[in-house]
């Protein structure tokens, strides 16, 4: 088993930053790929970052050159710096791992066997 733990989130303004952080505990060895998912009212789930265990990344379109994921293995934790935030970025954020590639939406959750409780990110403008 692999448990998530999120902290982040908040209210801020268009144009501003926060840092999003996971902190992994468990059997983190089975854990192939780390990243963050979204989910706005009425909308999927949509993957908009994530890092393999070698490091390599990939990004959602349309937060590319905005956001970073990173993360930390000294630590076990995962981070997602987002600046530039628009009011679009407003999403219950959620962590995630799996043992595979993580997928790009998710309809039901069961694809992806550990998420994070949620933390919500509110943009203003």
């Known amino acids: 088993q692999v448990q998530l733990l999120e902290s982040g989130g908040g209210l801020v303004q268009a144009g501003g930053s926060l840092l999003l952080s996971c902190a992994v505990s468990g059997n983190i060895f089975s854990i192939n790929d780390m990243g963050w998912y979204r989910q706005a009212p009425g909308k999927q789930r949509e993957l908009v970052a994530r890092?393999?265990?070698?490091?390599?990344?990939n990004y959602r379109g349309s937060v590319k050159g905005r956001f970073t994921i990173s993360r930390d293995n000294a630590k076990n934790t995962v981070y997602l710096q987002m600046n530039s935030l628009k009011p679009e970025d407003t999403a219950v954020y959620y962590c995630?791992?799996?043992?595979?590639?993580?997928?790009?939406?998710?309809?039901?959750?069961?694809?992806?066997?550990?998420w994070g409780q949620g933390t919500q990110v509110t943009v203003s403008s």
């Open positions: 995630a791992a799996s043992p595979l590639v993580l997928p790009a939406t998710v309809v039901v959750l069961s694809p992806v066997p550990y």
């Open positions: 890092i393999t265990r070698s490091g390599s990344t």
